[in-house]
């Protein structure tokens, strides 16, 4: 990975008065590899979650309206699922889907992940709108940076 201006979180774009975070990383492959990491179940339970889960379960049906479902465990036995539906897909190129835990289903946010050429590597932009408060956004920040480099190290 090559570290880019603005991989660390900042704020982004604000919708209303809800937080909202922004990540850019640079991959060395391919963007058709890196996009499928984000598509394919069995590539998403190898690496999705911070340093602390397992993935137990991952479905994912990549068409506007689909739905995706995700299920992590935590060292500690505590389990999290994620639930969201699919709003834009533009193959290789960028996804846009709900987000929701099933413990709090009325705080549903929103997440924007673009694939861009960059040379032989893969720039990948990551925004996390309509975040519920700052906590939200502290949490999902530790959350997308441990997936992230968990997504470097499978990527190879």
């Keep these: 990975m090559t570290a880019s201006p603005q991989e660390q979180p900042s704020a982004g774009a604000e919708t209303g008065s809800k937080p ?29 979650g911070p340093e602390n889960v397992t993935m137990a379960e991952a479905t994912c049906d990549v068409r506007v309206g689909g739905h995706f479902h995700v299920v992590m465990i935590e060292d500690n036995g505590e ?6 539906v699919y709003k834009e897909v533009v193959p ?9 835990w099933y ?10 992940v673009r694939f861009k ?12 709108e309509q975040l519920f408060d700052e906590a939200a956004k502290a949490g999902h920040t530790h959350g997308w940076t441990g997936s992230l480099e968990k997504l470097e190290a499978f990527l190879g």
Aim: charged residues 25%; aromatic residues 10%.
């Design 103 to 112: 413990t709090t289903p009325d705080r549903e946010s929103q997440v924007t």
């Design 117 to 128: 050429d960059e040379g032989e590597a893969t720039m990948l932009t990551l925004i996390h």
């Design 92 to 100: 290789g190129e960028k996804l846009v889907f709900s987000w929701a």
């Design 20 to 48: 909202s975070l922004m990540m850019r990383r640079k991959f060395n492959a391919p963007r058709d590899k890196v996009y499928a990491a984000w598509t394919d179940p069995a590539q998403l339970m190898q690496w999705f």
């Design 79 to 84: 389990r999290h699922e994620v639930n969201g």
